[in-house]
């Protein structure tokens, strides 16, 4: 009796399942996580553990025998935060405020590994509560530094012909990978002017450019006003509109929605021409 390759896969995948699984048990060497909601409950504080006057604050682990004799059970960290790209300025923010208002999300075991502590939206809006606002656009601040002086690693390798791209999904992105933190909404118009999209070719020119703007106006609207359509198709008419054009223009306005007529025509064009 010849077996299916459904059979084998039956088979295998328990056994693979239980490769996974005690692979991931080994990850930890058998070390329990360590709670840090646990050892609130016990009546500790975060200063009994971590000396909070230390940048960043240290775990001192002498201070475990206080409550386990002969040294802590083997533990292993929970998810960690990633790491800030400055010196943060912890003591003078522990001194007046509780541990809890920043690490509530660490003690909660929900903190999410290579996730901030807090986002950046949350420091301003403490700030702002706080009457110690920061002003927009000084880095030096917060940084040390002013990180907008300096080109980010990834504006690098092959930067000219990804950043158009990615300056798409990159405005609603977080604090420190925004375009806009860094550049004028000017920016773009003022480097085009004399430099041409890569797109622009001649091809471009002459066939693609009309589709690419039904696809996506507001790409264009970077650079281009609605009137740049309308002051060169006075002169130049669209490649479509020559031969039989004015037999199948009916059909085309209909299956577009007009939408794309409308960029050069008004309503009133079309009732000038078929009126009577």
Partial sequence: MRTSAFHIVAMVLPAVAVIVMVARAGEGGGRAVFHHGAHLE??????????????????????????????????RLPASATRLPFTFQ??????????????????????????????????????????????????VQCHGENKASKRPPDHRVAWLK?????????????????????????????C????????????WRSRLHGQEAGWDRDACK?????????????????????????????????????SSCRVCHTPQWCEACHEG
């Fill in 192 to 203: 085009h002017r004399t430099r041409r999209p890569e797109s622009h070719t001649a091809l």
């Fill in 42 to 75: 016990e009546g500790l504080e975060c200063q009994d553990c971590h000396d909070t006057a230390q940048q960043p604050p240290v775990l001192e682990r002498e201070t475990c025998t206080d409550c386990h004799d002969g040294g802590p059970p083997a533990y």
């Fill in 90 to 139: 912890h003591i003078r923010h522990s001194n007046r405020f509780d541990c809890l208002e920043c690490h509530g999300a660490t003690v909660k075991e929900k903190q999410k590994a290579g996730e901030p502590v807090v986002e950046y939206r949350d420091c301003m809006a403490c700030h702002k509560k706080q009457g110690a606002g920061v002003a927009g656009g000084r880095c």
């Fill in 162 to 190: 990804r950043h158009g791209d990615e300056s798409r999904w990159r405005s609603a992105r977080r604090h420190g990978q925004s375009c806009s933190q860094c550049h004028r909404a000017d920016t773009c118009r003022s």
């Fill in 222 to 258: 970077t650079c281009h006003e609605t009137g740049t359509c309308v002051q060169c198709h006075r002169t130049t008419k669209p490649q479509n509109h020559t031969g039989a054009w004015d037999s199948v223009h009916p059909l085309v306005a209909r299956s577009v929605g007009n």
